[in-house]
């Protein structure tokens, strides 16, 4: 079955230093890979998409996220955070089933941004 | 501006009491979700519609019910039958096909007491 892992519950960094978000997924083939970013008490905004075109992929507000299909891995990076990046972010897979697109969310990770 | 409201943003009712959340989109996309978020464990399905009048049971369905009468509207019922109705509750929309982006609304916080 495929799935996503994010792999820290919880990261914290200092305004203007790197973000690193980490999430490892099992597909038995080339997965479409999402991250979506969730501020509190709020919805969901997508931040970028993966769908077998660049590895590295290029989101709103500064961030990316480069697919490495020998690591089974999609992390998501920052060169340099603000305290509005402070939210909790989802890594997610898309299924295919019977014609429809299902997402499989990871646990999320909150980034905690001190100034 | 086009997007998906859900309403109440906020939600209390008693135990054994049946509670319905609004969706509602002006994007005229064909697919419709919901899901629910508790704290640590993301987002799990609970229906999903591709079409009006047709919908489909997600992974955590007991509990609830839904209605697609219209293609904007996609309404979620919550039952005394389900057991920890207390949750945040999203509702999305997205076009059909693969890789597509799903859009989200703000959510409603439902406790009950």
């Known amino acids: 079955a495929q799935s996503v892992t994010q792999l820290d519950s919880h990261v914290s960094v200092s305004e203007g230093t790197p973000v690193l978000l980490r999430c490892n997924y099992s597909s038995s083939y080339s997965p479409s890979l999402f991250w979506y970013v969730q501020h509190p008490n709020k919805g969901l905004q997508l931040l970028l998409k993966?769908?077998?075109?660049?590895?590295l992929v290029k989101g709103i507000n500064g961030f990316e996220a480069e697919f490495k299909k020998s690591e089974t891995s999609f992390h998501l990076t920052k060169p340099s955070a603000h305290m509005s990046d402070a939210a909790e972010y989802f890594c997610?897979?898309?299924?295919?089933?019977?014609?429809?697109?299902?997402?499989?969310f990871g646990t999320g990770t909150r980034l905690l941004v001190s100034p | 501006d086009g997007g998906i409201t859900q309403s109440p943003k906020y939600l209390f009712r008693k135990e054994g009491q049946n509670v319905t959340l609004s969706c509602e989109q002006n994007l005229n996309h064909d697919a419709m979700y919901w899901y629910r978020q508790d704290p640590g464990q993301g987002l799990r399905l609970i229906y999903y519609s591709q079409i009006v009048n047709d919908f489909q049971k997600g992974d955590i369905a007991e509990g609830y019910s839904v209605s697609r009468e219209k293609k904007e509207s996609f309404p979620l019922t919550v039952t005394s039958a389900q057991k920890n109705p207390t949750a945040f509750y999203l509702c999305?929309?997205?076009?059909?096909?693969?890789?597509?982006?799903?859009?989200f609304g703000q959510g409603t916080r439902l406790t009950v007491v």
């Open positions: 993966y769908t077998s075109a660049a590895t």
């Open positions: 999305a929309s997205s076009i059909l096909g693969v890789n597509t982006e799903a859009f």
């Open positions: 997610v897979v898309s299924l295919m089933n019977t014609g429809f697109q299902k997402l499989v």
